[in-house]
């Protein structure tokens, strides 16, 4: 009995070891005798979008058919980028060979030594000298490149086009001052129950993320230039916040639920019944593609009465422990998916195949150059919705002056979030106490990192 | 020697349950009493700050609020928590028929995962179609915000909690019920004692070492309330459901700063450790 047990022990012990042991399995040896590598890779779409994602494994089986010798292994961690887990993953060591950071947290990553210095690699990426120039000077330290930009965007107003027509507003004149805003939402929130004139997130750091597109619109910050201290705590601030307060209590535009986080937002906006919400063309491109939008419902024109426009963008870099073939190869990769006219992302013929918005003037990572023509030459080709919806973006896009996120973005996105919940669940709320208290614990967090 | 050979099985078994410990309990608690005097971001060399991350936690503007809403949930979750599987234990307990099936339903929602529980009362809660407010309509009562209000968001935590621990409290107070001798209660009617007497003279000094010990049970679960504010209201709104093991989580994760959040934690133990004193004396002065 005491023999059988020693026994069962050590086959279970022997058995998780070896569970424990196979996540990391050989990859197959190339046909042409080169070292064979395997990767693994961020962003696969989530089973939910099952068209996209077949897409995504078509294009790895392309891949790999096309690099005899590299296995691509994705993870479909949805959101790409989550700032919750980011942290601990960065510092456990479990990114991807190839992951996604966000333009707020280039430098962090890049400080603690957990991207790798790609310079030798940069010509995998065909296209490279046509990435726009200060996106690359983002990813550059110290004359070394640690990562390969990926998107570019800049905030507008996403609005529902039948929702307009539906209250009798004009959906090409969509509105230009935030007082139009207002009018506007309270005109489609007299729809009826349930619908919402003016959609705003209140958590999960998209309240705050919100908060510092507004407070840049309207020529307000959220940091001190030395970065040093909150800024946010200011006219600009208080006007961000008093005018959601009113549109919430005064107006009653919109709608009686809080909308946390993204997915909640999106899910309203995808329902059809929410009039406009501040975002980039992406927004329209999720709407349709995973919560069910209309595509010929939307459009999205620029960003009202906006001095500054809230940039962002997000970069792949590579896993400093990666050799340097699995970086060659990782940028292989993303140079395929990512990066080719035509093919992965930029294969509008199928996206339009795949019911994809495909039309929507998102991402202008490579802006004006050549490849950046081509690319938008190819998607206005395959244009599967009314290109016009977006021409006021467009338009406004190339006035207003881009304005990065601040500094240890997400971690001052979680502590606006509490105002904006505030205003947006209290009809009593107080503007100037809200915005203290997130500026001394803005403060604090600013004084920890140093 | 022969003793240890005749139970070395049983060795075998505590060396595994002593690892997993070690690893998965102990470990972490010297690992975050130490982070507690460190300033890290778990990559680079850790500074030691000595209590710096205490007076850091201490300054957060949500700590207090973390804490009130901590004490409140505790005592909410108690009244509710504590008191309603007793009384339903009680009601079961009196039973003679269906007791089993009854006690399959009151044991049910333990065997849902807390995911699916939650994602059922936020569709409860919704302000709009929640199941709810709609049943507030049909008694002409006005809809409640539940949890997009801060004066609400907190006790619709404390239902959502109260349901899904509900079964498994109720099935220990039952076990202790029918442990009672029934001899107790024949005598007690012999003395012409009604239900409230027999409650009050029997039920209750016999189950006196139970309900002490689901006490500080729950007291110490219902502190370290986590679940519930994370996946329905992300701490919100305005703070009103951050708890201090939410804002140990947000500030360990979201804002890494791992040094104040084991600072909070080291505090939440303590403040646990307390309770657990007094509980291990009650039980020592109930047995002695």
């Not at chain 1, 430098?107 to 000298?129: C, F, H, M």
């Not at chain 1, 980039?280 to 593609?289: F, L, S, W």
């Not at chain 1, 993303?334 to 093919?343: A, E, L, M, Y």
């Not at chain 2, 619709?156 to 079964?167: C, E, H, P």
Request: glycine share 8%; proline share 6%; net charge neutral.
């Amino acid at each position: 009995m005491q023999r059988s047990t020693g026994l069962l022990l050590a086959s279970a012990l022997a058995l998780s070891t070896a569970a424990c042991g196979s996540g990391s399995e050989p990859a197959t040896p190339s046909a042409g005798g080169a070292k064979a590598v395997s990767i693994t890779v961020a962003c696969q779409p989530a089973k939910s979008a099952p068209k996209e994602r077949q897409a995504w494994d078509d294009d790895v089986a392309a891949f790999m058919a096309a690099h005899p010798g590299v296995t691509v292994k994705s993870t479909d961690q949805q959101p790409c980028f989550d700032p919750k887990t980011f942290g601990p993953k960065l510092a456990g060591g479990q990114m991807e060979t190839a992951f996604v950071v966000p333009v707020t947290n280039y430098n962090d990553v890049i400080a603690k030594g957990q991207a790798l210095d790609i310079t030798p690699y940069t010509n995998v990426i065909k296209n490279w000298n046509d990435l726009r120039p200060d996106h690359k000077e983002l990813v550059t330290k110290d004359g070394k490149v640690y990562g390969v930009p990926n998107v570019h965007y800049s905030v507008g107003l996403v609005y529902n086009r039948a929702l307009f027509t539906k209250a009798g507003l004009n959906p090409d004149a969509p509105p230009k001052t935030w007082a139009e805003v207002r009018e506007a939402a309270k005109k489609i929130a007299g729809l009826g129950a349930g619908y919402v004139g003016y959609g705003e997130y209140s958590g999960g750091n998209t309240g705050g993320w919100h908060f510092t597109q507004a407070i840049y619109g309207r020529g307000g910050d959220i940091l001190t230039p030395d970065n040093k201290k909150a800024a946010f705590n200011s006219p600009e601030g208080k006007a961000v916040l008093q005018t959601l307060h009113d549109m919430r209590w005064v107006d009653n535009s919109m709608g009686t639920k809080l909308l946390v986080g993204w997915e909640s937002l999106m899910v309203a906006m995808g329902s059809g019944k929410v009039g406009m919400m501040l975002g980039a063309p992406d927004v329209v491109t999720d709407v349709v593609n995973k919560f069910k939008g209309n595509v010929a419902d939307y459009g999205i024109t620029g960003f009202p009465e906006a001095k500054a426009s809230l940039s962002g963008g997000e970069a792949f870099m590579i896993n400093p422990k990666a050799t340097p073939e699995e970086a060659k190869a990782a940028l292989e990769w993303i140079d395929f998916r990512f990066n080719t006219v035509g093919k992965g992302r930029f294969d509008f013929a199928r996206g339009k195949t795949l019911g994809n918005p495909v039309g929507v003037p998102d991402n202008a990572v490579y802006g004006d150059s050549p490849t950046g023509q081509a690319i938008q030459a190819d998607r206005v080709k395959n244009a599967s919705l009314p290109v016009a919806n977006y021409e006021t973006y467009v338009q406004a896009a190339g006035t207003i002056p881009p304005k990065a996120e601040p500094l240890y973005a997400q971690e001052l996105y979680a502590i606006l979030d509490v105002p904006m919940s505030g205003v947006l669940s209290r009809k009593d709320a107080s503007i100037d106490q809200l915005l203290a208290d997130a500026e001394t614990k803005a403060n604090s967090v600013l004084a920890a990192k140093g | 020697m022969q003793i240890l050979r005749r139970n070395l099985t049983a060795y075998g078994f505590l060396c595994a349950a002593l690892a997993c410990f070690t690893v998965f309990a102990w470990y972490p608690m010297v690992r975050e009493f130490i982070l507690s005097f460190q300033k890290t971001d778990l990559i680079n060399e850790p500074i030691w700050v000595g209590l710096d991350n205490f007076v850091t936690a201490f300054r957060d503007p949500a700590f207090g609020e973390a804490w009130l809403n901590t004490l409140e949930f505790t005592f909410l979750a108690l009244v509710c928590g504590y008191a309603v599987p007793f009384v339903v234990a009680l009601v079961l307990n009196e039973l003679r028929h269906a007791r089993a099936y009854l006690r399959f339903v009151v044991y049910l929602p333990v065997m849902l995962p807390p995911i699916v529980a939650v994602l059922l009362f936020r569709w409860f809660y919704d302000p709009g179609p929640g199941l709810f407010n709609q049943v507030l309509d049909v008694f002409g009562l006005p809809p409640l915000a539940w949890l997009d209000s801060s004066s609400t968001a907190l006790i619709s935590l404390v239902i959502v909690s109260t349901w899904m621990n509900m079964g498994s409290a109720t099935l220990i107070y039952l076990a202790a019920l029918q442990n009672i001798p029934p001899e107790l209660y024949e005598a007690a009617e012999l003395d012409g004692a009604g239900i409230w007497k027999r409650i009050r003279h029997v039920t209750i000094p016999q189950t006196r070492l139970i309900l002490l010990l689901m006490l500080m049970l729950q007291i110490v679960a219902t502190m370290q309330v986590f679940i519930e504010p994370y996946m329905l209201t992300g701490g919100g709104p305005e703070n009103a459901t951050v708890t201090v093991a939410y804002l140990m989580f947000q500030n360990a994760f979201t804002l890494q700063d791992y040094g104040s959040a084991g600072a909070l934690g080291m505090m939440l133990m303590i403040v646990l450790l307390v309770f657990a004193a007094f509980q291990l004396r009650l039980t020592r002065e109930d047995k002695a």
